[in-house]
C-alpha cells in the first residue's frame, strides 16, 4: 500500500483540481433554475470516468436528471462492485452565512469549503480516482460499475423506475456507496444502518387574502398560529411523535443491541460545545446515539408565512406553511407514514381553514450485514491503511438507495464513508477535508483488491 | 351643499391625477431602501398644501422620516381644527398577489388600487383637496392646521417626541382624522374606540447553525418546533390570550354597551363568503363585532425558518423567528404588556435554546367621547351629505396618535374614515373607492361649517 499512497501523493494537486472544476458546477436538482447545471455536472463525471479508463459510460436519461453509467469489466468470472454516488447537491441557502462562495471551492485549514465537496461530489469523486489508479497500475481486482445519479437529494424520484428495468445492465455483487461519515479521522467507521425518510409540505389556508390583523385580529382564524398550534400537537410531552401509529411499526433494540450502540465513542460535553447547545433534547428513555441511531423522528425543515421582512407589517396572513420531513428505523415503510402523517394533520384542521398535505418523497430505512464477504474486505482495507479496525455505526440520515438495492436487485450495500459529522452536509460552510479525500481513495483501493481475494 | 358636491364633480379629474401622483411614490417607511421615496412623498405634500392655500407650511425633520406640518389662521378666536394623516404606506408584499403594480394606480370598477389608495394617502388628501375648495370659494369657517406624518405604519416613533415639543404649534380644539372605514357606502359611521397595539419580534435559537436533519434530528433541539410550540401555548382553548396578567387591566363592556355595539348591520354569513372561510375563529363568549372591537388579541403577523425554497431540504434549522402583535383595548397599557409578554416568552423557552425577543413598537387603545362638540358636527355633516345618522362604531385598528394627542394636548379626536374593511387595507391590491374620495371631501367640507357654528 506504500506505493498507492506516494502515488496518490504525488497526484493530488491533479485530484484536487479536477473535482473543484466539479464542485464550481452549481448542480442544484431541487432548483428548476438550476437545470442546465445539474446536466453539466453529469457530462463532466461522464468525462472524467471515460478518462479514468471505463469500457463504456454513458449518460442515461430519465424524466428528470440524467444518470451516469459506466463500467469497467476485466474478467467476468471475477466479483463485481457497483459504486453509486449522487452528483447533485442540496440548495446552498441561506447565502449569507457561507464564508466563501459555495460553488467556488475555497481550501481552509486543510479543508475544501463548497457545497457538495463531502455530500457527494468530494466522495464519489474518489471511487474515480481510485479507478484510474487501478488502471494505470494495470491491477483491477474486480470488475467495477458505476451509478451515479443527479436527484438523491429530491428523493431519487426516478432511480427506483431506473433500477427495475436495468437489472441486467446493474448486475453485481456488492454496492459500494461512500455518502456518510467516519466517527473520526482517529476513529474509522463503517455505517451498518440508516433511517429512512417521510418528506411532507403543508399549508394552512384562512382567509382569501391577507388581512389587516387590526380590523379582522380575533375574529378571524390566523393560519399561522393555527400551523403553530398544529405542529406543536404532534409531540407529546415525552419528545414522542403524536402520530396515531406512527410507533406501530418500530422495532425495539435488543438490551445487548443498545449497549453495543452506546459503547462508540461519544462525548455528550463535547458534542453540546461544537453545536453551540446548552442540553440535547430528544425522546425521553433514550441517549443521543439512540436517538439518532434508533429512533424515527419529526422535524420542521421549514416554516414561512405572513410578513417576513424588515420591520412591522400588522398582516393577518392568508396562508401559512412549512416542510416536516420524518426520519424512520427500520420496518416502517415511509408510505405507511406519509399516509399516517397525511391523515392525522387533516385531522387536526379547524373548520375555520383549509390545509393542504403533500408528500415530496420518502425512503426506507435500511440496516446492512456485518457478516458479509464485502463488509469484511472493507473492514480490512481500514486496518491496512488506517491500522484500526473500524466500529459499526448507525447513522441518522438517509440513502434510500440501500433499500432499493436490496429489494429489486438482492444486493447487500457496504457504506464506505469518508466524511465527519461536523462537515456541515446540507448546512452553509460544508467541507471535507483534503486527508478524508486522499485516504478515501487508498482505502477504496484497498477494499477492491480484499474483496477480489 | 349641492354647489359643493357641483363643484368636486367638476374637478374630480384634476384630484384623482393629483392623488396618483402620490400613489406612484412608493413611501415604505417600514424599508430603509425606500428612505428617499417617503422623503419625496413628504415633500409632494407639502407642495400641495401650499397649492391649496395654507398660510404656510414646513417640513419638520425628526431622527426618522419628516412630518408635514402647515396651516391656516382665517380667525384666531374662531375654533381650529387638526388635520392628521400619514404619507407613508405598508410593504406591497406578497407582490405576486396584486392584480397591478402597488405604485401604479390603477382604477377597476370605480376603486383606485395603489398600495396607500385608503391607508392613508388617499384618505388624507381629501383633506387638502377640501381646503382648497373652501379657499377658492373665500368660506373657511374655521381654522385649519396639518399634521402629516411618514412614520405611522412603523408605530409612530418619534411623532411622540413631536407633539411633546411642538405643543404651541399644535393648540386646537380637535382633532380630524380620516384613516378608518365605514360600515357601508349605504351606512355611514363614525368611529369611536380604536384598539391598541404590542407589537413583537421572537427568534429562537438552537445549534450555532443548520444541522442536517437526519445527522441529527431527534438529539438536538429544533429552533422551529420550540417556536411552534412556545406559539401554540400562548392561547388556551378557549381562544383566549395566555399569558398571565394579559386581561390584568381589561375593562369587561356593560350589557348595555354590548347590546349597543351588536345592533350595528352585520351579517355573518356575508362577513364569512366576503372572507372565503366556512367559519370565524376567536375567544368564546364574544361575538365577531365584539371581538375585533372590544377584545385584545394576539396574532403571528409572520413566520420564518429554515428552508422555504422549492423542493425539499432536510436541514434543521439554526434559528426560527416570528413577529407577534397584540391588539389592546382601553386600559391595557402597550409597555406593560409588552413587559409581560416578554418575561412569559422568555419563560416558555426550553435550557435547549434560547430566545431573543425584541419590542417593535405600541400604541394605546382609546375611545373618542360621543357628545363632544365635534362628534356631533360629524354626524350633521353625514346627514346633510348621506342622508343618514353615521352609527358610532368600535373599530379593531390601531391608531395610537389618538391617546398621544388626548394625553399631550388633552384633545379629544374625531375619526371621520371613509375607507371600507374590504378595501384590503395592508394586503395586495389594497383599493379606495372614487366615490368615497368624492363623498369624503364633501363631507369634510360640511363638518369643517358645521364645527364653526
Redesign the interface.
Known amino acids: 500500500m506504500t506505493e498507492i499512497k506516494a502515488f496518490i501523493e504525488k497526484n493530488k494537486e491533479t485530484y484536487l483540481s479536477e473535482l473543484f472544476e466539479l464542485l464550481r458546477i452549481p448542480s442544484v ?4 433554475r438550476h437545470k442546465d447545471d445539474v446536466r453539466k455536472a453529469a457530462e463532466y463525471v461522464l468525462q472524467k470516468l471515460r478518462e479514468a479508463g471505463v469500457d463504456r459510460a454513458e449518460l442515461m436519461e430519465t424524466p428528470g436528471h440524467p444518470i451516469v453509467f459506466a463500467e469497467k469489466v476485466v474478467d467476468p468470472s471475477k466479483p463485481t462492485v457497483l459504486v453509486y454516488g449522487h452528483y447533485d447537491v ?2 446552498p ?2 447565502l449569507a ?1 457561507w464564508n466563501s462562495p459555495p460553488f467556488e471551492p475555497t481550501v481552509r485549514d486543510g479543508k475544501i469549503y463548497a457545497r457538495g465537496s463531502c455530500d457527494d461530489k468530494g466522495q464519489f469523486y474518489m471511487h474515480i480516482k481510485a479507478l484510474e489508479i487501478m488502471m494505470k497500475r494495470k491491477e483491477v481486482p474486480c470488475n467495477i460499475k458505476f451509478m451515479i445519479e443527479g436527484e438523491e ?3 431519487s424520484a426516478h432511480l427506483g423506475e431506473f433500477v427495475k428495468v436495468n437489472k441486467a445492465k446493474l448486475k453485481a455483487d456488492v454496492i459500494l456507496i461512500s455518502d456518510t ?1 467516519l466517527i473520526s479521522l482517529d476513529q474509522p467507521s463503517i455505517t451498518v444502518g440508516l ?1 429512512g ?1 417521510s ?1 411532507m ?1 403543508v399549508q394552512v389556508t ?17 393560519p ?2 393555527v ?3 398544529m ?3 404532534l ?1 407529546d410531552e415525552s419528545g414522542r411523535v403524536n402520530i396515531p401509529g406512527f410507533y406501530d411499526d418500530v422495532v425495539e433494540l435488543t438490551a445487548e443491541e443498545r449497549a453495543a450502540l452506546n459503547r462508540a465513542p461519544f462525548n455528550l460535553d463535547e458534542y453540546k460545545k461544537e ?9 425521553k428513555g433514550y441517549t ?1 446515539l439512540e ?2 441511531g434508533t ?23 392568508s396562508t ?4 416536516i ?1 420524518m ?1 424512520l428505523v427500520p420496518n416502517q415503510h415511509p408510505d405507511k407514514i406519509t399516509a399516517l402523517f397525511t391523515r392525522h394533520f387533516q385531522s387536526l384542521a ?5 390545509v393542504k398535505v403533500t408528500a ?2 420518502g425512503g426506507e430505512a435500511a440496516v446492512t450485514p456485518t457478516d458479509s464477504k464485502a463488509f469484511r474486505a472493507a473492514a480490512r482495507a481500514f486496518e491496512e491503511v488506517w491500522g484500526k479496525t473500524p466500529i459499526p455505526t448507525r ?4 440513502i434510500p438507495i440501500v433499500a432499493l438495492f436490496k429489494k429489486e436487485l438482492g444486493l447487500d450495500t457496504v457504506l464506505m464513508g469518508f466524511g465527519l ?1 461536523s462537515d ?6 460544508e467541507h471535507y477535508g483534503i486527508r478524508n479525500f486522499l485516504i478515501g481513495i487508498e482505502t477504496i483501493v484497498a477494499f477492491h483488491r480484499n474483496f477480489a481475494q
Not at 424 to 429: C, E, T, Y
Open positions: 436538482s431541487a432548483d428548476s442540496q440548495p441557502d441561506p452565512l437529494e429530491v428523493g461519515a433511517r425518510l418528506y409540505e384562512g382567509p382569501n387574502r391577507d388581512l389587516h390583523s387590526g380590523v379582522y385580529g380575533g375574529a378571524v382564524a390566523n399561522a398560529n400551523l403553530c398550534q405542529i406543536a400537537s409531540h453545536l453551540g447547545i446548552a442540553e440535547v433534547r430528544g425522546e443521543t436517538r439518532t429512533r424515527p423522528t419529526l422535524d420542521v425543515n421549514g416554516i414561512w408565512g405572513g410578513y417576513t421582512g424588515e420591520g412591522a407589517k400588522t398582516v393577518l396572513p401559512a406553511s412549512a416542510k420531513s426520519r379547524p373548520k375555520s381553514v383549509t415530496h418523497h447513522d441518522g440520515g438517509s459529522d456541515a452536509l446540507h448546512s452553509p460552510n
